[in-house]
């Protein structure tokens, strides 16, 4: 066998499109491995959505260098969102690359390979396919995670100014539902997985034009039977609306939890980011859902820093956060990213006022992050088990709520990654739950089992 190894970084659409990149290499006799020194195969799958995040490529391919000088057969692929906006650029910077590839082209590996070899010359291959056909994703290969990654679209038809996703990602595509319902299906009853979560740029313009939207594929999906947990990531506030927050309320498997990226709490700001809502629209979605489900737990994402951000709008933001008091939340210094409409903008922020504001928020995010962790103490909670390890004599599992939040469980019995378990939260160490197996509690007779690897 051959050895591929894979290197993922970015966001929820970046782990599914390695998986689809992995299963398109196996049956042509690649194994994934994690040594990085006995691959013949490297793929990277880049993000381009900050500055950062594409300087991180750069130094993890000058890593490479030594280890490609010693086995020249070696062959490294880019692959994601960078390879998509770079391009040609990236392999007059980096020679050792051999391979270029776009989010559209995630299927197509053997053949750049092949191509690679028969001209001898490096492969550069980014053009947006017309058709859906990074959705034939059959015999996929997957992570062995609790939760199933599903594709249901791609790309984004909002414009954000800031934004490299419509450059890298294009315009949204929908999956059909079959090839959906097909992929749901396989991870539930031939793989196990209790959880699915679907994946996109913007879920809820799943369908958009259509009378199937994405509610009404929530809808569908909760009549998969053995289908236990049912996630989604991402949500645009725009497209978030009364039928999607009565999902929560009716569809006993929508877990309580929702990621809806605020970015700003100044309407200013919202609309030079071109974000298409208001504050106050947004805490009236969130009203909103609250209202349907009041168990709901709220993520967010928020830019500090965009061009024009006043210490008033600044100020706005951290209002908004301690009113809304999300569970948790991302926070980022802006990046102006090439060609994106901001790039207008005058980027009149110094860095260490977005440093400071960066470090503000973050502090008040902690709190309410931290308090939102704390009120569950004294509660029973059902867990999913994401892994079971041994530290220091004692038995530990990790796993999330419905909620999302991250438990660590005291435990002396031994649980498979996507086993269900029920706990009792008896403290906190900042968000993550800590807690009791109550298996344990409720079968007092229950005998240790003995712990190895193979059952972890
Ligand atoms: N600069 C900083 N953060 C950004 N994001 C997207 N583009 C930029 C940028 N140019 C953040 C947004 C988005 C998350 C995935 O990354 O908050 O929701
Ligand atoms: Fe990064 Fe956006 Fe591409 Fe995901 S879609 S990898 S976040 S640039």
Same mark, same amino acid.
């Given at each position: 066998m051959k050895q591929i190894y894979i290197q993922t970084f970015g966001c929820q659409m970046n782990i599914s499109d390695s998986e689809t990149i992995l299963s398109s290499m196996t049956p042509h006799g690649y194994q994934q491995t994690e040594t990085l020194e006995t691959a013949d195969l490297i793929v990277i799958n880049t993000c381009?959505?900050?500055e950062k995040a594409e300087q991180k490529l750069r130094s993890y391919v000058g890593r490479l260098k030594p280890i490609k000088e010693h086995s020249p057969h070696l062959r490294i692929a880019i692959a994601g969102c960078m390879a998509q906006r770079v391009g040609k650029e990236l392999l007059r910077s980096m020679?050792?690359? %051999?391979i270029v590839m776009g989010? *559209?082209?995630?299927?197509?590996l053997p053949e750049l390979l092949e191509a690679r070899d028969y001209s001898g010359k490096p492969i550069v291959r980014t053009e947006f396919e017309?058709? %859906?056909?990074?959705?034939?994703? *059959?015999h996929r290969t997957y992570r062995d995670k609790s939760s199933g990654f599903v594709p249901i679209m791609k790309g984004?038809?909002?414009?954000?100014?800031?934004?490299i996703v419509p450059f890298t990602r294009g315009t949204e595509k929908s999956r059909p539902l079959d090839s959906i319902l097909e992929e749901v299906g396989f991870l539930i009853h031939?793989?196990?997985?209790k959880e699915i979560t679907l994946v996109g740029q913007?879920?809820?313009?799943?369908?958009?034009?259509?009378?199937?939207?994405f509610p009404k594929l929530l809808w569908r999906l909760a009549q998969?039977?053995?289908?236990h947990r049912l996630r989604f990531i991402t949500s645009h506030p725009k497209d978030a609306n009364q039928d999607l927050a009565n999902c929560f309320r009716d569809?006993?498997?929508?877990?309580?939890?929702l990621h809806l990226p605020?970015?700003?709490?100044?309407n200013a700001v919202l609309k030079r980011m071109k974000r298409l809502y208001t504050h106050e629209e947004y805490r009236d979605s969130i009203a909103m859902f609250r209202t349907a489900q009041p168990r709901l737990a709220f993520s967010t994402d928020i830019i500090v820093g965009?061009?024009?951000?006043?210490d008033e709008d600044f100020q706005d933001t951290l209002k908004l956060v301690e009113d809304i008091q999300f569970d948790f939340a991302y926070s980022f210094i802006y990046s102006e990213r090439p060609n994106?409409?901001?790039?207008?903008?005058?980027?009149?922020?110094?860095l260490d006022v977005k440093k400071k504001r960066l470090f503000l928020l973050q502090k008040k995010l902690q709190e309410s992050a931290n308090a939102k962790s704390l009120k569950l103490v004294g509660t029973e909670q059902e867990l999913l088990v994401e892994k079971s390890y041994e530290k220091d004599g004692a038995f530990y599992v990790e796993g999330r709520t419905d909620t999302f939040k991250i438990s660590r469980i005291a435990t002396d019995r031994s649980y498979a990654y996507h086993d269900l378990m029920r706990a009792k939260i008896t403290s906190t160490y900042e968000t993550t739950l800590l807690g009791s197996d109550l298996t344990l509690e409720t079968h007092p007779t229950h005998q240790s089992t003995i712990h190895t690897h193979a059952s972890l």
């Open positions: 381009s959505i900050r020679p050792i690359i %051999d989010p *559209d082209q995630v299927r197509d017309p058709e %859906d056909t990074q959705f034939n994703l *059959d984004c038809d909002h414009k954000c100014t800031y934004c031939r793989k196990g997985l913007n879920v809820n313009g799943y369908g958009r034009g259509t009378a199937f939207d998969i039977p053995r289908l569809i006993p498997v929508v877990s309580p939890y605020i970015q700003s709490g100044s965009f061009p024009g951000e006043t994106t409409p901001a790039t207008r903008l005058k980027d009149d922020i110094p």
